[in-house]
């Protein structure tokens, strides 16, 4: 599977507004991704379409590339390391779920669960799991359609993940 | 038993080409017991959560096929993918922090060291459950056999039944247990054809309260975190590992032992072809 996400669709943190990278509103969300963990026993197994096993050499750096792109929310600015007393939203990201699966004969779903530890430096802290899934029929090749569905899967849970950052900094 | 597609794909890279004239059952050679000095098993479970049975369309093979009603099997598949993945979701959500496949190798270390002669040195699970990853499981053991107990388990589509199905099969690595075998290796070599013993163990069970209303369901299996179905499954892990355990110690000239009859928690009654059935006493 390519390590690189691409978002499926246009997904709302980039129709939010410009959607360029670093182009930010005033007073945007200050984020800080602290870390991305892949927590399955199998790192490298993401399931099958058929006879299409899938794997992947770096899932939790998808899921980091796909945090990474809700930087182009104009109201959320990631950065590297938050300064002391930044009113900064701190991520860690667990990855507890990434498969793709055959259901049907001709039909295929994806399934990627986050659980996100969102923190501040004032001590708050909270959990949220979140599911993102796509399905689809299996038309041509196994192989690219069950990428797609993955990326589906992965921007339906960072659509979540976009609402309720900006939900913790408002 | 329908096998499900995802099933039939695992259960094909145990087969493959070589079942047609293969029993569904055959026991551990005799002579095989006492020159075992280690075993290791190897569970694919290649799914990651539970699923809800899908059945395929089938307008193209009752219209006399032709593209239309291809298409309209498509999507009619297409509709009930959706339908059965949207259902089966707070399912899956209360059954997160459930391992099945750490239960699995518990309850397999467990009832499998009760065959002491299989002095079984490792149990661990393989996600990727293809022709391919199974011989290189097997070309890679330094054990004298290696045991493949391949799992899969599902929600019927009205979700009123659960289902755990174990495909075993023992494979020698040892060249004297090699010599036992019933027939020359054929295929791929974890195929069942070339197997010192192979069966099939399936754990049935009716969902609590179940009826046709699939919504209603598996609201009553996601109720209280899960707890029913949680209950379930440990119940139907138990069950295989301890079938498995005891079908291993059989041969040809037993009967099958008085608690296979008295189980407190069901029934399990060795079918026409050597199979092994677990039907679970309904809850209350």
């Not at chain 2, 047609?20 to 990651?48: F, G, K, L, M, W």
């Not at chain 2, 755990?164 to 494979?171: E, K």
């Not at chain 2, 163990?201 to 707890?227: K, M």
Request: aromatic share 6%; glycine share 8%.
């Amino acid at each position: 599977m390519a390590p690189q996400f691409t978002p499926s669709g246009t997904p709302s943190w980039t129709a939010s507004g410009k959607g360029r990278t670093g182009d930010h509103a005033t007073g945007a969300c200050v984020v800080e991704l602290a870390g991305v963990r892949d927590m399955r026993a199998d790192p490298e197994s993401m399931g099958a379409v058929g006879s299409q096993v899938f794997q992947a050499a770096d899932a939790a750096g998808w899921v980091r590339s796909g945090f990474q792109s809700l930087g182009r929310d104009p109201r959320i600015k990631f950065v590297d390391k938050a300064a002391p007393g930044d009113p900064a939203l701190l991520l860690n990201v667990e990855l507890l779920k990434a498969y793709v699966t055959t259901v049907t004969s001709e039909t295929h779903a994806a399934t990627v669960v986050l659980r996100v530890h969102y923190s501040r430096q004032d001590g708050t802290r909270t959990d949220q799991v979140y599911r993102g899934t796509d399905n689809g029929v299996t038309w041509l090749s196994a192989g690219s359609e069950g990428q797609s569905s993955f990326n589906a899967a992965l921007t339906e849970a960072l659509e979540a993940i976009d609402r309720d950052i900006l939900a913790r900094c408002g | 038993m329908r096998l499900h597609t995802q099933f039939g794909i695992l259960l094909s890279a145990l087969c493959l080409g070589a079942c047609a004239n293969i029993p569904a059952h055959e026991y551990v050679p005799d002579a095989a017991r006492d020159h075992i000095t280690s075993t290791e098993v190897v569970a694919p479970v290649q799914q990651s959560e539970i699923y809800v049975f899908v059945p395929d369309s089938q307008a193209a093979a009752a219209g006399g096929g032709g593209l239309l009603l291809a298409l309209v099997d498509a999507g009619v598949n297409s509709i009930r993918t959706s339908k059965a993945e949207a259902a089966v979701r707070p399912l899956r959500d209360a059954l997160l922090d459930y391992n099945f496949d750490e239960m699995l190798q518990a309850d397999l270390k467990t009832s499998l060291s009760q065959d002491s002669w299989l002095h079984v040195s490792n149990v661990h699970v393989l996600k990727e459950a293809t022709n391919d990853s199974l011989d290189n499981a097997l070309a890679a053991s330094n054990a004298a056999v290696v045991l493949f107990t391949a799992i899969d388990y599902h929600l019927s589509n009205d979700a009123d039944v659960l289902t755990i199905t174990m495909t075993a099969s023992l494979f020698a690595k040892d060249q004297a247990l090699a010599a036992l075998k019933k027939r020359a290796t054929s295929g791929p070599k974890t195929a069942v054809g070339n197997a010192l013993y192979h069966n099939t163990f399936v754990f049935e069970t009716a969902a609590p309260g179940n009826t046709i209303d699939r919504d209603h369901n598996i609201a009553a299996l996601s109720a209280q975190n899960g707890a029913s179905m949680r209950a379930l499954l440990k119940l139907g892990e138990a069950k295989l590992a301890y079938m498995l355990a005891a079908d291993l110690q059989r041969t040809a000239a037993d009967s099958d032992p008085a608690a296979f009859s008295n189980d407190p928690d069901g029934s399990i009654v060795r079918q026409q072809n050597g199979t092994l059935k677990f039907t679970a006493k309904p809850a209350l």
